[in-house]
């Protein structure tokens, strides 16, 4: 395109239209949204994979800072032994759900909606300062993680007693 | 069965019965053979002892930690 002279005005146009061809199906590929056959990611109606069983993000973020002070004792319980049960328990309750559920897609969706509801507050944060103290005890827990659990060896025995294996 | 539940057995009937019926799954009907009932039983056993276990960790630290304080 050729520079425009001095006085001359220059307009540009750029047109976009929704695109109609099905290209969405033929590999993965960067979702486009002028193209009408792709299914938005945030769309219910898209599938999520097998992975999603396991995604539920946990984070624990625990912050202590002692400053000016002595005979201060901090004792953080070890939360990951929690952590691994609840996973074991969210794994049992989609494993036995697809072993009793013929329908692959009814036991997914069964599944994603059971860990929909029982979704608690996955983010435990704490924050403890402490400055010009002396002879203190900390004790610090995850309680989030404790209360999860139980409810989820609730559902696992509720689902297992209905196929009457208990 | 019974649990050391901390929430109502009715409020857990109530979320799986609804979630299989907004399906229109009915676990009555489901037939899953005895190897795998056996399984199932072993897998909901070991994970309800480190359940309890953790639980009473969780009490022991709490009664120690009262104790360090009388």
Not at chain 1, 50 to 73: F, P, T
Request: hydrophobic letters at 35%; one cysteine or more.
């Amino acid at each position: 395109m050729s520079k425009p002279k001095p006085g001359q005005r220059r307009t540009v146009v750029i047109e976009r239209q929704c695109r109609t061809d099905n290209n969405c199906d033929n590999g993965p590929r960067e979702w486009s949204a002028l193209d009408a056959s792709c299914n938005h990611p945030m769309d219910a109606t898209v599938e999520q994979g097998q992975d999603s069983k396991l995604s539920n993000a946990q984070h624990s973020y625990e912050s202590i800072v002692v400053k000016d002070s002595c005979d201060i004792e901090v004792s953080s319980n070890d939360t990951q032994a929690a952590i691994n049960v609840q996973v074991a328990l969210q794994v049992a309750i989609a494993l036995v759900i697809s072993i009793s559920i013929a329908d692959s897609n009814t036991a997914n969706e069964i599944t994603q909606d059971l860990n929909a509801k029982l979704k608690s507050s996955q983010v435990n944060s704490q924050q403890v300062y402490i400055q010009n103290s002396r002879g203190v005890n900390i004790t610090t827990t995850d309680t989030d993680i404790a209360v999860n659990i139980q409810l989820l060896l609730q559902v696992l025995i509720a689902i297992v007693l209905r196929l009457d294996i208990l | 069965m019974s649990t050391n539940s901390n929430f109502p057995n009715q409020l857990v009937d109530m979320l799986v019965d609804s979630t299989l019926k907004k399906h229109g799954v009915n676990l009555d009907e489901v037939t899953i053979d005895s190897t795998q009932k056996e399984q199932i039983r072993n897998l909901v056993e070991s994970l309800k002892n480190n359940v309890e276990s953790l639980n009473q960790q969780n009490k022991e630290n709490k009664e120690n930690k009262t104790k360090k304080n009388n």
